[in-house]
């Protein structure tokens, strides 16, 4: 009887341990993807940037003549 008590408990932390792995399986895709979203997007994001630095500079200078 004890023996089928800790074999039931083995193989309930075998499964937590497999459902911690594929979180971390997840969470390593996720990151890979971020990452290559952001090294493809990164020139896009610093034009935009860029591009709104320009507009904020010409409508200061516009406001206050300088």
Do not use: C, H, W
């Not at 990151?31 to 610093?46: D, W, Y």
């Amino acid at each position: 009887m004890i023996n089928l008590k800790r074999a039931g408990m083995a193989s309930r932390r075998s499964r937590r341990g497999a459902t911690a792995l594929e979180y971390a399986l997840v969470l390593a895709f996720v990151a890979v993807a971020v990452l290559g979203a952001l090294t493809v997007l990164s020139g896009n994001i610093t034009q935009a940037i860029t591009d709104v630095g320009g507009t904020v500079e010409t409508a200061v200078a516009d406001d206050f003549g300088a």
